[in-house]
């Protein structure tokens, strides 16, 4: 059982326009594999969203990360941040009528946070209920998997769904998709990057202390070294010895 709760918000200050195209989808699917089959979650497979993919666990737009932007701020309520109108929708309905979802009750869990520019941030997602009144419906700082889940059961789309950050900032969101029924295993991770407002994006202050200098160098090197996101400088998803060259391009153009 998810945990319910309302909050109506106040004092909305709108921080920018919504994109040309408002919103795009995620949905799950699944694939067989020895003993159950296992969720795996999918983008791009409408026609007008066929530059979306899902490519290495992370969400990519025509080759490159895909951002998605929260432009609204709300503050004075039970819950201050950023959202975007429709930005994401998640899923779980366009390959229902497959079969291979039969018998599930799909989730999608806010499995990490991970800060790129800004302070660590908590995460909810919700639906809107009315003019500025939201129910929660997953919170990435939940002690438990379903508390930390949006639910959207089988043939699921919900486009009342909003995310909201509690920062400005750049996030990296992991979601796994499950099933609350244990008919089908556990996606693999699939990594959404968010822009929480107008952050100041510098990617070359890779230890993110507002300056750039020699330590961001050292701080590059033990993000290659462990494949922290801070590493991909030059923005194709990967953490490459191209993003050494893409660093010190970065570095020199400073911020």
Partial sequence: MHRM??????????????????HFH????????????????????????????IENGRLMFDGEIAVVNLENQISGGAFDGYFGGNGIVLTSDFFFSTGRLSGG???YEIAEVATLVGPDARVVWVHAAGPGVFTLQADSEAASQ??????VGI???QHAQLAFIEHEGLYDIAFVGWDSNGIYLQSETVTVRF???????CVADVNGDGTLSPTDFTAWINAYNNGDPECDQNDDGACTPADFTAWIANYNAGC
């Fill in 5 to 22: 709760m309302t909050m109506a918000c106040v004092g909305v200050v709108m921080a920018g326009s919504v994109s040309a195209q408002d």
């Fill in 26 to 53: 995620m949905t799950v699917d699944t694939v067989p594999t020895p003993g159950l089959s296992q969720t795996v979650i999918k983008a791009g497979y409408l026609g007008n969203e066929s530059l979306y993919s």
């Fill in 105 to 107: 009750d799909f989730n």
């Fill in 146 to 151: 379903a508390d930390r889940s949006y639910n």
């Fill in 155 to 157: 043939g699921g789309h």
């Fill in 195 to 201: 822009q929480a407002g107008e952050p100041n994006l």
